[in-house]
């Protein structure tokens, strides 16, 4: 009786399914690739020359996908999630959602940068305004060196930091509490002393490299928010 019961408890979360993303992200993609291809009504059969000529709207997309991103990442998921998560939960949450907030954002500011490496090796083209502007390039490219920085050394180290706080933190049987950052002075009180002391060591550790990581990634947004009020000023309608 009891398994036939089980059988009919709908799953959750399959909103998230791979599948059902695929077909989410290939549907946005489908649109994007009929808009450029069908640019001022008409068709063009050089498929080639179409993404040349639509390099502004790709670029457009790419970057507004990483900035939109960011902003969310950094403004709001965090801050929700902390206020609502009990604090491991959230650490580890954490540990899981920002490589793959910067594999994201790499994978689009590389489209950028992509298209004028591509236009640059093709040469074929006198156009002028189909090129970032020289300070505009560096700007994309120390927005991926930032990024690059915090996914393969800062994020691993963090996390590894932290993980190793949980575990001194569960003997002290804390890290339960939802919104905050340390453990009680109770519960500080009723620890040995030595884990006190590893405590605020790896404490310490956390908080510089997590401080690092936050500032590189309010660099990315600040230089994020150039490119962006560039692009606006080139709008013309």
Known sequence: MSSATSDK???VGGFFLSKRQAFRASTIMIVLAVSILTAKNRVSYDTLHSLKESKWVIHLFAFACFYGCSMWVTFVAGLVMFKSLPRHVFGKLQSKLFPRYFQFS????????????????ENRSSETNLFLPREQSHNLLYIMVTLLVNLYVLEPKTTKCMFKRHIVERKMKTGHEVGILKPAESILKAAEKEDIELLSSLSKEFGKLHGISASLNLLTLILGTWH??????????
């Open 228 to 237: 962006l009020c560039w692009l606006g000023n080139q709008i013309h309608l």
């Open 106 to 121: 790499i994978m689009w500011i590389g489209l950028c940068l992509g298209m004028e490496l591509w236009l640059l090796l």
């Open 9 to 11: 408890v709908p799953t």
